[in-house]
């Protein structure tokens, strides 16, 4: 059995009324069927089912309150098994047409005691050779769906425990899906490209054990796609254009925005999926044959002989025009680069930001890495300018403890974090994204070092930890790296401020003897909550900080 839990249909949305239920218990539900309808504070809001199955239980009753992420109704999915003979039937079925929703309602399943594989082709002799359906965990706090990435096994390929089989996009990162258990892997749910549904089915396999004399069974695990009778609701969907049972043309969120973006019909789409699904390669399909319908139209409307001609170069002559007209090449914005839309809009738009400058001479800071750098690589670890930069962080932020600090949602409290942990944004292939070290106040230099090494290098690989982006209290963007001066960074909320580190440049400085010096300055620019921070108590935490890079073998004296 699968609880299906109620995904976020809004943002701030936490919870909302229920209607209207679509269904009862008992009743037979296709994937895509409007299930219930929902009234939050904005909108009135359609659920449908993420698949096929049978109702075992209504949570929320008609006029409840249902909260987001929380169990909405339970269901049987099409792969899984009843206990007794309501198993057996289902199973039969599935062997030969599909069930009909209107006999399943006049005759409702009980709900099981406890949820039984369909009976397969090969042994269950201790529980060898068994169809098992993979559950998309939780992979994320408030996840609901992620973006299929990558497949790293087909139908029918051997897994072993703990082999890497999927990564998915999440908004905050990478994940990498392992085998639960030996086995064949019998079906794939979700393509790549597509959106997988926390909870749901993700892929099927048979559980390793079965007789040599049983292999041909394992191969054969997957169900038999059956016959659809003349009636049945995928056949009507056929005859109907390519709608659902229905009357619903199945398409995903990212196809319909697609088609939105294009200005075209969902109507006019013929779907290549199951039940007449859209999907995203049909409308670039349809897209390319509206641009050659536009380029034949155009050829017919010559002369004859012109149109020989363009009929005979169309290939070209339709690349020509697709250049000189300067076609606009549409994705979707999802994963990480689509949480840091939201984030940088909040921040922008919900704290007023203080901006400050400042030079840095690390003439010495540069001298004392070159020094320490040896014995760092000794240790396998890569030691740069941003460990000095977190450590003298940390120290200074010991003495002005209000920089570390938050203000809470209503700003009419601030929270003094009990330790520095201090993020990094880097420019990764999933991209930006900020990792933090935590506790750096406690850190050795060569600590940190190694944290800045191994968060860095997982940022760019697009798989970095969960717990690695959350509990960030202040940050630093080394933008100097790959070149400019100056920046205007926004902060990271729900922290209070950030900066912007800009690259290093020899230039001609006084001495104390007003000689001409060459020295290394760095520009870095602060961006604070001005809320929490004035200028005064960014000025002072800056000078400490400074204070702390300009003469890096003071640090010796506060290190415990």
Not at 47 to 58: F, K, N, S, W
Request: hydrophobic share 40%; net charge negative; with cysteine.
């Amino acid at each position: 059995m699968t609880e299906f839990k109620l995904p976020d249909i809004g943002e701030g949305i936490v919870e909302c009324e229920v209607m209207e239920w679509k269904i009862a218990e008992g009743d037979t539900i296709a994937e895509d069927q409007p299930v219930v309808e929902v009234m939050t504070d904005k909108a009135l809001v359609e659920i449908t089912a993420p698949e096929a199955g049978v109702v075992t239980r209504l949570h929320v009753a008609k006029g409840e309150m249902a909260r987001v992420h929380a169990p909405l109704f339970a269901y049987r999915g099409e792969h899984q098994g009843g206990d007794g003979q309501g198993g057996e039937a289902q199973a039969e079925s599935e062997d030969n047409t599909p069930v009909q929703a209107e006999s399943a309602a006049e005759a409702p399943v009980q709900e099981p005691a406890e949820p039984v594989e369909p009976p397969s082709s090969s042994s269950e002799k201790g529980g060898a050779g068994r169809r098992v359906d993979f559950i998309l965990p939780d992979i994320g706090e408030g996840i609901v769906e992620c973006e299929i990435v990558e497949w790293h096994v087909a139908q029918g390929d051997e897994i072993s425990e703990d082999q890497r089989l999927v990564d998915v996009m999440t908004d905050k990162a990478m994940v990498e899906i392992t085998a639960p258990e030996d086995g064949v892997v019998a079906e794939l749910y979700v393509a790549k490209g597509e959106m997988a549904k926390v909870h749901a089915p993700l892929f099927a396999y048979q559980v390793a054990g079965a007789a040599a004399g049983e292999a041909p069974a394992v191969e054969e695990a997957s169900p038999p796609t059956p016959t659809p009778k003349s009636d049945s609701p995928v056949h009507k969907a056929a005859s109907e254009g390519g709608k659902g049972p229905y009357g619903r043309i199945p398409a995903s969120p990212a196809v319909r925005r697609l088609i939105r973006e294009h200005q075209l019909r969902l109507e006019d789409i013929p779907g290549s999926g199951r039940q007449g699904r859209v999907l995203k390669e049909d409308v670039l399909n349809f897209l390319d044959g509206a641009r050659h319908s536009g380029a034949a139209c155009a050829a017919d409307s010559g002369s004859d002989s012109g149109a020989e001609s363009a009929g005979a170069g169309s290939p070209a002559g339709t690349d020509a025009t697709a250049r000189d007209e300067g076609e606009v090449r549409v994705e979707p914005l999802r994963g990480v680069r689509a949480a840091m839309a939201r984030q940088m809009v909040a921040a922008a738009s919900s704290v007023p930001h203080f901006q400050y400058g400042e030079e840095i001479d690390v003439t010495d800071l540069l001298a004392l890495r070159g020094r320490l750098k040896p014995q760092a690589e000794a240790r396998d670890v890569k030691l740069t300018l941003m460990p000095f930069f977190i450590k003298a962080l940390a120290l200074a932020i010991d003495e002005h403890p209000l920089v570390n600090a938050r203000l809470n949602d209503e700003a009419t409290e601030i929270h003094y974090p009990p330790h520095c942990n201090v993020g990094m944004a880097v420019d990764g292939k999933a991209g930006l994204m900020v990792p933090n070290i935590k506790g750096c106040e406690r850190l050795s230099l060569l600590e940190i070092a190694a944290e800045v090494q191994r968060l860095t290098e997982a940022a760019r690989e697009g798989r970095v930890a969960a717990s690695d982006l959350k509990g960030g209290t202040i940050s630093i963007s080394n933008i100097g790296a790959l070149g400019g001066t100056y920046a205007a960074p926004i902060i990271n909320i729900p922290e209070s401020a950030i900066v912007a580190i800009g690259k290093t440049q020899w230039l001609p400085r006084f001495d104390e003897a007003g000689q001409v010096v060459r020295r290394g300055i760095m520009t870095v620019t602060w961006a604070g909550d001005h809320r929490l921070l004035d200028g005064g108590t960014i000025a002072r935490f800056c000078n400490a900080w400074k204070g702390y890079l300009e003469d890096p073998e003071s640090m010796l004296l506060h290190l415990s």
